[in-house]
C-alpha cells in the first residue's frame, strides 16, 4: 500500500527496462550461445542470478567508463568481456554473437500487465520515459512490445540524449528540467517509478525526487530494499505496475 497518495503527483516518470519490459528473462534467454558451451555445473550456466550480476557489474562499469557509449555498444562490450572470462572471447567477436547481444533490446518482451497498466495510468498522470538506451534501441521497442502504449508518452529522454547514464544525477536533473520546460510539470508534481533501487530510487532521493516501487520479480538486479532502506526514495510500492494502476483509479475516483 502507498505510503503518500497518488493524488499528489502529476506526472509520473518511468524506468523502462525491469520495470515495463522484462529484461532480466531477455538477458538470460540472450546469453544462451555464450551459456549452453558452458560446462552443466559451471556457475553461469547452472545459475541465473550469478549471470545477471555478473552481467550488471560489467554494465556499471563499462557505463562509467564509457558514458557516451550508445547502449546497444554497452551490451555488446559486456558480453565480450563475459565470454573472455569463460574462455571464449574469441568466439563471441568473431561469431557476431556480441553484436548480436548488442540489438536484442527491441526483442525483449513487455511484462504482461504493462501496456494495459499504461493506460490506465494515463488516465491520471503525464507519463515521461527515462531510460539508460539509445534511440534506436527504444525506438525497437516502442515499435515492438511497447507497440500497444507508444501513444501514451508525453515524453522520452534517453541517455544518449543526456550524455550520462544512470545512476548519474545529470540524467535525474535533465529529467527534472525537460519536465519543467516542456511539459509545465514542477519537481514536486513528480514521481519516479522503477524497479530499480540503485539505478532510479536512490539517485531520485539524492536529488530530492519521490518514488514509486514497482516489484517486479524475479528481481536480481533491481536491488534489496532491505539493505537500501535508508537512501532510497519509496513513498509508494506496488507489486506490478497493474495494481499501480488499480490505485490510481480508486484515489481518483474518490
Same mark, same amino acid.
Given at each position: 500500500?502507498?505510503?503518500?497518495?497518488?493524488?499528489? %503527483?502529476?506526472?509520473?516518470?518511468?524506468? =523502462?527496462?525491469?520495470?515495463? &519490459?522484462?529484461?532480466?528473462? @531477455?538477458?538470460?534467454? $540472450? /546469453?544462451?550461445?555464450?551459456?549452453?558451451?558452458?560446462?552443466?555445473?559451471?556457475?553461469?550456466?547452472?545459475?541465473?542470478?550469478?549471470?545477471?550480476?555478473?552481467?550488471?557489474?560489467?554494465?556499471?562499469?563499462?557505463?562509467?567508463?564509457?558514458?557516451?557509449?550508445?547502449?546497444?555498444?554497452?551490451?555488446?562490450?559486456? %558480453?565480450?568481456?563475459?565470454?573472455?572470462? =569463460?574462455?571464449?572471447?574469441? &568466439?563471441?567477436?568473431?561469431? @557476431?554473437?556480441?553484436? $548480436? /547481444?548488442?540489438?536484442?533490446?527491441?526483442?525483449?518482451?513487455?511484462?504482461?500487465?504493462?501496456?494495459?497498466?499504461?493506460?490506465?495510468?494515463?488516465?491520471?498522470?503525464?507519463?515521461?520515459?527515462?531510460?539508460?538506451?539509445?534511440?534506436?534501441?527504444?525506438?525497437?521497442t516502442l515499435a515492438g512490445?511497447?507497440s500497444g502504449a507508444a501513444?501514451?508518452?508525453?515524453?522520452?529522454?534517453?541517455?544518449?540524449?543526456?550524455?550520462?547514464?544512470?545512476?548519474?544525477?545529470?540524467?535525474?536533473?535533465?529529467?527534472?528540467?525537460?519536465?519543467?520546460?516542456?511539459?509545465?510539470?514542477?519537481?514536486?508534481?513528480?514521481?519516479?517509478?522503477?524497479?530499480?533501487?540503485?539505478?532510479?530510487?536512490?539517485?531520485?532521493?539524492?536529488?530530492?525526487?519521490?518514488?514509486?516501487?514497482?516489484?517486479?520479480?524475479?528481481?536480481?538486479?533491481?536491488?534489496?530494499?532491505?539493505?537500501?532502506?535508508?537512501?532510497?526514495?519509496?513513498?509508494?510500492?506496488?507489486?506490478?505496475?497493474?495494481?499501480?494502476?488499480?490505485?490510481?483509479?480508486?484515489?481518483?475516483?474518490?
Amino acid at each position: 500500500m502507498p505510503s503518500s497518495s497518488l493524488r499528489d %503527483y502529476q506526472c509520473l516518470t518511468l524506468d =523502462c527496462y525491469g520495470t515495463l &519490459i522484462d529484461w532480466e528473462n @531477455g538477458f538470460i534467454e $540472450a /546469453f544462451q550461445p555464450l551459456t549452453s558451451r558452458l560446462d552443466t555445473f559451471h556457475p553461469l550456466r547452472k545459475d541465473p542470478g550469478t549471470l545477471l550480476k555478473r552481467y550488471s557489474a560489467h554494465e556499471v562499469a563499462i557505463q562509467a567508463q564509457f558514458p557516451t557509449l550508445k547502449y546497444s555498444a554497452i551490451l555488446a562490450k559486456v %558480453y565480450e568481456r563475459i565470454a573472455a572470462e =569463460c574462455g571464449l572471447g574469441e &568466439i563471441a567477436t568473431s561469431t @557476431g554473437e556480441s553484436a $548480436a /547481444f548488442g540489438a536484442i533490446i527491441g526483442a525483449w518482451r513487455s511484462f504482461p500487465d504493462t501496456v494495459e497498466a499504461l493506460w490506465r495510468l494515463k488516465r491520471h498522470f503525464k507519463l515521461v520515459i527515462l531510460s539508460n538506451v539509445d534511440r534506436a534501441s527504444f525506438a525497437a521497442t516502442l515499435a515492438g512490445p511497447l507497440s500497444g502504449a507508444a501513444a501514451a508518452f508525453d515524453a522520452v529522454y534517453v541517455a544518449e540524449d543526456i550524455g550520462s547514464y544512470k545512476p548519474d544525477l545529470r540524467n535525474f536533473a535533465y529529467l527534472i528540467d525537460h519536465c519543467k520546460n516542456e511539459l509545465h510539470i514542477a519537481k514536486e508534481q513528480i514521481l519516479h517509478t522503477a524497479y530499480s533501487l540503485p539505478a532510479d530510487l536512490k539517485p531520485a532521493k539524492e536529488i530530492g525526487l519521490r518514488g514509486c516501487l514497482i516489484e517486479r520479480y524475479p528481481n536480481i538486479m533491481g536491488g534489496d530494499l532491505e539493505a537500501m532502506k535508508d537512501v532510497v526514495a519509496v513513498d509508494c510500492r506496488f507489486g506490478t505496475l497493474s495494481e499501480m494502476a488499480d490505485e490510481a483509479d480508486r484515489v481518483f475516483a474518490s
